[in-house]
C-alpha cells in the first residue's frame, strides 16, 4: 500500500478513541496533553498535517517537528514513549506519531510552571484524569493475586452506590467516609470489577457492576 493510500484510509476513519489530528503544531504542551491521553488509555496516533474535516494541510516546518519531540520528551513525565513515521504525500509532509499505551501510569503533562496533569482519552476528547484514575493505576501496580476485603466501611460504600448512580463528591457525601478513603476503596472496586465508572455530560459517575 503507498503512503497516499495508507493515510486516506488512515483519514476516513476520522477522530476516535485511539485516533487525533492536528492542523498544526503551535504549542509542545497542549500536544503533551494527546500524548499523555493516549499514553494512560489503550494508545493511538496523532496525525499532524491533517485538519479537522480530513482535509491534507502538511507540516510547516521542522519547528513543529521539533515541537512533537518537546511534547513527549520534556512535556511528559515520566517521558512517554512515542514513535514519529513521515510520508509525503500530494507535495506535502505528513508525520503519524504512534503512541502506545504506557506501562508507567500515569503519564503526566507538565506546564510550564512544572505542573502535572494526567489525562484519558474519551471517545475524541482527551479529559482530566480524576483522582479514582489515579488511584486505579496505583491498584494496578499491587500485587495480582491479592484479594478484595469486604471491610463495614466496603459494605456500606456498596449500599450507599446500590441502585445509584452517584458523582465522586455525591458518594462521599452520602456515604459521610473520606473522600481519600472513598477515592482508595473505589479504585480497588473498580478493579475487582464491583464498581464500574463513566464519563456523563462532563463529569466520573460510578455504580454496581451488576445493576
Known sequence: MDDKRYLLNLISEGEHQQQDFKYRVSDAVKLAKSVS?????EG??????VRDDGHLSGVRSEEEIYMMHQAAYRYCRPE????????HVE???IVVTTVPPSDRRPICAVDETGRGRAYIRIADENIVASPVHLAIWRESQRQQGAMMAY???VVHLLDTIRGRT???????????VPRRQVITLLARL???????WEHVE???VFSLVDE
Do not use: C, M, P, W
Open 37 to 41: 491521553a493516549f499514553a494512560n488509555t
Open 44 to 49: 493511538g496516533r496523532l496525525l499532524i498535517g
Open 80 to 87: 512517554a514513549s512515542i514513535k514519529f513515521d513521515t510520508y
Open 91 to 93: 507535495g506535502r509532509t
Open 151 to 153: 471491610s463495614e466501611t
Open 166 to 176: 452517584l458523582t465522586l463528591n455525591q458518594l462521599v457525601r452520602a456515604s459521610h
Open 190 to 196: 473498580i478493579r475487582f470489577r464491583v464498581v464500574r
Open 202 to 204: 462532563q463529569q466520573f
